[in-house]
């Protein structure tokens, strides 16, 4: 017979389990995300990169300003700069 210890013990270890194994999936697909990203980083027109300086890895720059620069009329004349940044 499980005792209350036994029981609560086992099913810890397996959510913990199940846990890792979840994030052991998520850091190969950002591994292999990377590798790609990395790979298309040498064509024509590659994104300007940064170094994040507590980590050393390379993330793409982007600038398109606050909220507020994309806060324009409906009109094609107030948004048609907007699709220049996008």
Request: glycine share 10%; with cysteine.
């Amino acid at each position: 017979m499980y005792s209350r210890r036994r029981f609560l013990t086992s099913a810890a270890t397996a959510a913990a389990g199940l846990t890792l194994a979840a994030c052991r999936d998520d850091a190969r697909a950002v591994t292999a995300g990377a590798a790609t990203a990395t790979a298309s980083a040498a064509s024509p027109g590659a994104l300007n990169m940064r170094n994040i300086p507590a980590t050393g890895e390379k993330i793409p720059v982007i600038g398109m300003g606050t909220s507020g620069s994309f806060e324009v009329g409906m009109s094609a004349s107030e948004s048609d700069p907007l699709r220049e940044v996008l």
